[in-house]
């Protein structure tokens, strides 16, 4: 039997939380169709960055890189860390150091009740977002120039890179290909940044054009988010950059019931990838028992998924669909359960 060795990162807040309800159903998965999977947590976060200072080490990092087949993570930020420096190190340094290129982010209504949008349902908001995770504005490249003075200057530079760009767009494409899925949406902002987004213009074009049997349309990002919400069934895969990816998937999770419910993964193909819901770490409720783990579970489908057990992340998503239907949910979405509560209601449901 191949054995997954999987990392864990549980973070801070409700990140712990929602993490040990989805170990505890990923160890019942294992239990029952004995899939290999080990654990192992490891020691960071707000806690240990206050104890001793530490957010990411290199041999950490070198170990996730060479030891791992995933990384499940919480969610990182606490209020006692107001730089936010370990969230940082950990997370963007992990996309960055373990080169995870892609950021999956399906936007999936599970059950109609859920829906903010009059006259909108399951059928009509279905897509994956395909965010380009490695470049763009998120790199720190930059600087500040007479700092806390009347005459600072801010710079913020954007990177595109050709290897870059191609990389993302052929990971939607291939992906729409793979999964019978009708169009790519290419969404950029072409029409104001003249250098960066002219290289995503053509680039899209070149690698379009191997996909004959894929309808592809491009939308400037404003667009995109008026047309997510006006009319959602239009998208079946989007495509775009690592700040427009960021704000539309959080438009997305409105859209799907909200950020309890979004998934995300971090993804290298055949490679270390990282797992984690959306949200972050909500110190407004943690320690209350009262946190949607169902994020957290889809992630670990997600996880399952690159680890070759597609099945299983069909089987979680029914189940979670199941607890929707039948109204086991935590407090944020009409329910009346706690975090623990909600994952005994899944298990009844997966099995
Ligand atoms: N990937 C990450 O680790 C990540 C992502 C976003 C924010 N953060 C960090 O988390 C901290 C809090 O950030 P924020 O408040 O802007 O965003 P947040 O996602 O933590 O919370 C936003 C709102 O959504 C609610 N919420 C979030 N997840 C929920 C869940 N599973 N169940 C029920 N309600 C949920 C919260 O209670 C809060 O009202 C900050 O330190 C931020 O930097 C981390």
């Given at each position: 039997m191949t054995t997954s060795r999987i990392a864990v990162i549980k973070g801070d807040g409700i990140g712990p939380?929602?993490?040990?309800?989805?170990?505890?159903?990923?160890?019942?998965?294992?239990?029952?169709?004995?899939?290999?999977?080990?654990?192992?947590?490891?020691?960071?976060?707000?806690?240990?960055?206050?104890?001793?200072?530490?957010?990411m080490p290199a041999e950490t990092m070198q170990r996730l890189r060479t030891e791992f087949d995933a990384v499940y993570l919480g969610a990182l930020g606490d209020p006692r860390v107001p730089s936010n420096v370990h969230a940082k190190d950990i997370l963007l340094g992990s996309r960055f150091a373990l080169d995870l290129y892609i950021n999956l982010r399906p936007i999936r209504l599970l059950h109609d009740r859920y829906s903010i949008l009059k006259d909108k349902g399951c059928e009509h908001v279905d897509m994956m977002v395909f965010r380009e995770n490695t470049e763009g504005l998120y790199t720190g490249i930059?600087?500040?120039?007479?700092?806390?003075?009347?005459?600072?200057?801010?710079?913020?530079?954007?990177?595109?890179?050709?290897?870059?760009?191609?990389?993302?767009?052929?990971?939607?494409?291939?992906?729409?290909?793979?999964?019978?899925?009708?169009?790519v949406c290419m969404s950029d902002k072409a029409n104001a940044m003249r250098h960066g987004h002219d290289l995503w213009q053509r680039v899209w074009k070149l690698v379009a054009a191997e996909y004959p049997e894929i309808k592809t349309f491009h939308l400037y990002v404003d667009v995109l988010c008026m047309e997510m919400v006006r009319t959602p069934e239009r998208f079946d895969v989007i495509v775009t950059n690592n700040l427009f990816g960021d704000i539309v998937t959080d438009l997305g999770a409105a859209l799907q019931g909200g950020l309890g419910m979004a998934a995300s993964g971090n993804i290298f193909p055949g490679r270390v990838s990282l797992f984690e819901p959306v949200h972050g770490s909500a110190p407004d409720i943690a320690g209350k028992g009262i946190a949607n783990p169902l994020a957290a579970m889809l992630s670990a489908g997600m996880m399952l998924e690159h680890l070759g057990h597609a099945e299983w992340e069909l089987r979680l998503r029914e189940a979670v669909k199941a607890c929707l239907r039948d109204g086991k949910t935590t407090r944020e979405l009409g329910g009346d359960l706690g975090t623990r509560q909600v994952t005994d209601a899944l298990l009844e449901r997966l099995f």
């Open positions: 939380e929602v993490i040990d309800e989805g170990l505890r159903v990923l160890q019942a998965i294992d239990a029952r169709a004995g899939l290999g999977l080990t654990f192992e947590a490891l020691d960071l976060g707000a806690e240990r960055y206050l104890r001793d200072g530490t957010t930059g600087g500040q120039f007479k700092r806390d003075t009347d005459d600072e200057i801010a710079i913020e530079q954007e990177i595109n890179t050709r290897k870059g760009v191609e990389r993302i767009i052929r990971a939607a494409f291939a992906y729409a290909r793979a999964n019978k899925r009708k169009s």
